[in-house]
């Protein structure tokens, strides 16, 4: 074999080795780009997911402030001031309804003496019946709340150990099971979490526990490509209700009967308020006195 053929044979080799490797080189990037442990990583992606959690947590502690305000805190300020002015309260607001439905009397009377009709008072007493029976109604509704106040206050109070747990343990459920911190949950969850506030409302600690045995936190989404978009959503679907909420305990503040709060507190406070009442009462009963003789009078 010539030196020209030998040459021209190592030159052939050599290209062969050179696409080898090209190939060689091509399938390891090929395999670095599709490999598992080289998936692109978001930066935030952590911070965002710590970010969300932490407001989920505090969504669940709002959570439990407003229903300990509305279920527990609110609950026991109204027993205390049906107990100390509750009964002076309905009797000065059973004496307003009773003036206003006497100065409505002597007008449904006078304009039948103006159309010189003839004065039926059964007939009278029914259309009055009709037209103050909302008055009525809020005045059961005041009966139904000294009831509820009288059977709250013979109740049994937890400890303060035993209030503690429940505390905790309805703030757990709160995470796991409420539907503003979970959307996606059951119907029966929704149905368990229910239990939960009737248990909560009560102080029925048994039941809390049970319930807190079959929960868990539900948690957030593994990072993927998805997982991003899901977690910013999810942060301004919390902004949102943690606004919300701020709000509705707010509110809870500034109406009774957490207003009554400080004269409840006060016992100088609490005599001025109940002073207040006796006059208020005093006066309508002056005025019923005044209504029920000008009809008198119209009568004869």
Same mark, same amino acid.
């Given at each position: ?10 030159? &052939? ?10 190939? @060689? ?115 059961? @509704? ?18 303060? @150990?035993? +209030? ?30 229910? +239990? ?6 009560? &102080?029925?600690? &048994?039941?809390?526990?049970?319930? &807190? ?88």
């Amino acid at each position: 074999m010539d030196e020209k053929e030998i040459r021209k044979r190592l030159a &052939g080799r050599a290209a062969e080795y050179m696409m080898f490797r090209d190939d @060689e080189e091509n399938a390891e990037t090929t395999a670095e780009i599709s490999s598992p442990s080289n998936v692109i990583v978001f930066p935030d992606f952590e911070k965002l997911k710590s970010e969300v959690e932490k407001m989920r947590t505090e969504l669940s502690m709002l959570l439990l402030e407003r229903d300990e305000l509305q279920f527990v805190i609110c609950k026991n300020i109204e027993t205390e001031y049906m107990l100390k002015l509750g009964s002076i309260e309905y009797k000065a607001y059973e004496a307003q309804c009773a003036a206003l439905r006497l100065k409505r009397k002597i007008e449904l009377i006078q304009a039948k003496k103006n159309r010189q009709e003839k004065v039926i008072i059964s007939a009278i007493e029914e259309t009055l019946d009709n037209e103050f029976a909302e008055y009525q109604k809020q005045l059961n @509704e005041q009966i139904d709340k000294m009831n509820d106040a009288l059977k709250r206050s013979k109740a049994e109070v937890l400890s303060d @150990e035993d +209030n503690k747990e429940l505390k905790k343990l309805y703030r757990k459920i709160v995470k796991a099971l409420h539907p503003d911190i979970n959307p996606d949950v059951s119907e029966a969850q929704v149905q368990l979490f229910d +239990n939960a506030v009737s248990a909560y409302k009560s &102080g029925d600690l &048994g039941t809390l526990r049970i319930i &807190g045995e079959m929960v868990g936190n539900n948690p957030l989404p593994e990072q993927h490509k998805d997982a991003m978009t899901q977690l910013v959503e999810e942060r301004e679907r919390l902004q949102g209700l943690l606004k919300s909420i701020r709000e509705s305990i707010d509110n809870i503040k500034s109406e009774y009967p957490y207003t009554m709060k400080d004269i409840l507190q006060d016992t100088e406070k609490t005599e001025q308020k109940k002073q207040e009442l006796e006059n208020i009462l005093e006066q309508y009963n002056e005025l019923i006195s005044i209504y029920k003789s000008r009809i008198e009078e119209m009568l004869r």
